[in-house]
């Protein structure tokens, strides 16, 4: 099992024809991920070759939905046209929209994920990773060699933390991890994951990693306290970020004590989270929680 995206899931590349969209629809297409078409207004009719597999473009998200049945879309624009893709994947209601792009502004990305809520679109981003079900579908840019599958469910605000718990619990291997970016808006929360994690069977442990900046992590620690009953890991990046300096990703502000790691590690722990102080310590943790239960 897993959460989002599946060997089943039919997916689209909006901006598959730009450089970044051609690098990574090669890569996921490598990773087994179903790619069913592309999405370029200027290019509808063409096709793109990668590694002798024709990728068609059509000319909107519906186009193709139309076409192929796809249910995902993965979003490589530039930021000064994220806002309008991913309005017309919404208006198209796919089901899930993962919004790479990063330097999406703000006001962009309020629009289009409330809009998202109204056409019941589910955004993961922007400014992330995208996520990745080891063996079944990789979608946006998480390296698809780094893990297997496995029992650990993972949901970061942080694409490089992903990749690094991903590597150091590659032996053991994941569901599904789940990158939903570290701006200040974004569709998808860490709360999303842990309910869809609660109801998967095939998770057993989840881990949750962090940031300084904001109240995200406090308000996950009381979900966990009241809705999850399986066993979740933390971790903060911050710990030692001085005081009074922005950090990071935008969402990444402390004012005063609230949005601390402290605060926050205190907030999880408190909640029945344990909490490491490095990435490195935080796989342990994983690993001796799931020998003990």
Do not use: W
């Amino acid at each position: 099992m897993a959460i989002y995206v599946t060997k089943e899931s039919k997916v689209l590349v909006q901006g598959m024809t730009g450089a970044e969209g051609m690098k990574h629809t090669r890569r996921m297409l490598a990773a087994g991920t179903d790619v069913v078409g592309g999405v370029n207004p200027r290019k509808a009719g063409q096709s793109v070759a990668f590694d002798g597999r024709a990728v068609p473009v059509f000319g909107s998200v519906a186009d193709a939905m139309r076409a192929t049945g796809a249910d995902v879309t993965v979003v490589f624009v530039p930021p000064a046209f994220a806002r309008s893709a991913v309005l017309e994947a919404a208006d198209a209601r796919i089901p899930l929209a993962v919004v790479i792009t990063e330097g999406i502004p703000v006001h962009d990305t309020v629009a289009f994920t409330a809009h998202a809520r109204r056409t019941g679109t589910r955004i993961i981003g922007p400014n992330c990773p995208g996520l990745i079900t080891p063996g079944q579908s990789d979608v946006g840019i998480i390296p698809a060699d780094i893990t297997k599958p496995g029992p650990i469910g993972l949901v970061s605000k942080s694409g490089t933390l992903t990749y690094q718990l991903m590597h150091e619990l590659r032996d053991t291997g994941f569901s599904t991890c789940v990158g939903i970016g570290g701006d200040p808006v974004t569709g998808t929360s860490h709360i999303d994951c842990l309910a869809a994690f609660q109801d998967d069977p095939e998770t057993e442990l989840v881990v949750l990693i962090g940031e300084i900046g904001g109240d995200a992590e406090e308000r996950a620690a009381a979900y966990i306290r009241d809705h999850v009953t399986k066993p979740v890991v933390g971790y903060i990046a911050g710990f030692t970020a001085p005081e009074g300096r922005t950090m990071g990703h935008a969402g990444a502000i402390v004012s005063g004590s609230a949005g601390t790691a402290r605060a926050k590690q205190q907030a999880l722990e408190a909640a029945g989270v344990r909490v490491g102080r490095t990435p490195t310590e935080t796989a342990r943790l994983v690993l001796d929680t799931l020998r003990t239960g």
